[in-house]
């Protein structure tokens, strides 16, 4: 897989920098930061494996992804969507993409309907899978692109709290962008994230780490 | 006409359903936490009865009171949000 390394005085800079040299937009990459410092921020930037997402119809025989898509499949059908739908290789959970174009309308309110669309494909798969086991529906990687943009939020977060000391209150999120900002610092020393609140307004507050907490 | 209100129930109670499937890790809910929202939206004057939002209400408490998987009762409560939809002319 492709990669580079950026540096920036900035995260946003440092990115910018990989990306310029990857000749890539910021939805086909992923970020790693290597450092963090008051100066500068080194990232490494990799590209997502876009065609051996793109391959998934031709990825070995599995016959549970294959119900999968074909279902999906089935059900955009009826809802008069035209899209594709590969399945991403390498994720557990088993993720279906579906791509195509003006997919905002299966997107919907703050995700909503794409969430809905996962319940629906959940509940059909159901004897398919094994206890405890789920499928994950995104539509044009949106929800990827949502774990990304809140880890950078976790990340700034992160070193406003070490520059102040002072915890942070985040936006109001949904259930999977909490977790996806939880396993962002769950490794930092010196900085710990906790939500609170109730759904739907549940938040998450990041802040410095209490010795008891490491 | 139901209103904002009954959106807004409905939809605190998908997020709760949604946090049990997603597993975000940062909340122990019970089934007992996610009937009550959705009994706190069948209280709710503004659903008329006999509307299929009431019906899809009533079905998604039925199924956290059997144990079915989280995703179904998501599934359902977002029927009774289309529903809800469906029964004015604007969200």
């Known amino acids: 897989m492709k990669s580079a390394e950026g540096r920036g ?56 992804a294959d119900v999968a898509r ?36 299966l997107i919907g309110w703050r995700g909503e309907t794409l969430r809905a669309l996962q319940s629906v494909t959940n509940v059909m798969l159901g004897r398919h899978l094994a206890e405890g086991e789920r499928v994950i529906v995104d539509v044009e990687r949106y ?69 008891a907490d490491s | 006409m139901p209103g904002r209100a009954a ?18 890790g940062d909340e122990e809910l019970t089934p007992t936490e996610i009937a009550e929202a959705i009994r706190d939206c069948l209280e709710l004057r503004e659903i008329e009865q006999g509307s299929n939002v009431r019906k899809y209400l009533g079905e998604a408490l039925d199924a956290v009171s059997d144990g079915m998987p989280a995703d179904f009762v998501a599934m359902t409560l977002y029927a009774a949000l289309g529903a809800l939809g469906e029964s004015r002319p604007e969200i």
């Open chain 1, 143 to 211: 929800r990827q692109r949502r774990e990304h943009t809140v880890r950078e939020i976790a990340l700034r977060a992160a070193r406003q709290v070490k520059m102040t000391g002072d915890a942070i209150t985040l936006d109001a999120m949904q259930a999977f962008e909490r977790r996806a900002i939880h396993l962002a610092l769950q490794d930092d020393p010196d900085v710990g994230s906790s939500s609170i609140g109730e759904e739907p307004d549940r938040r998450v507050v990041v802040g410095p780490r209490k010795p």
């Open chain 1, 9 to 64: 005085r900035t995260l946003d800079e440092a990115v910018d920098a990989a990306l310029i040299e990857l000749g890539e937009s910021r939805r086909n990459v992923d970020v790693r930061v290597i450092s963090e410092g008051p100066e500068e921020t080194v990232v490494e930037v990799t590209v997502i494996d876009q065609t051996a997402a793109e391959a998934g119809t031709a990825a070995p025989p599995n016959g549970k």
């Open chain 1, 70 to 105: 074909t279902l999906v499949e089935g059900l955009l059908k009826h809802m008069g969507v035209r899209a594709q739908v590969t399945v991403r290789t390498g994720t557990d959970p088993m993720t279906l993409d579906i791509s195509g174009r003006d997919l905002g309308a």
């Open chain 2, 7 to 24: 959106t807004e129930r409905i939809r605190k109670a998908i997020a709760l359903v949604n946090e049990v499937a997603d597993g975000a």
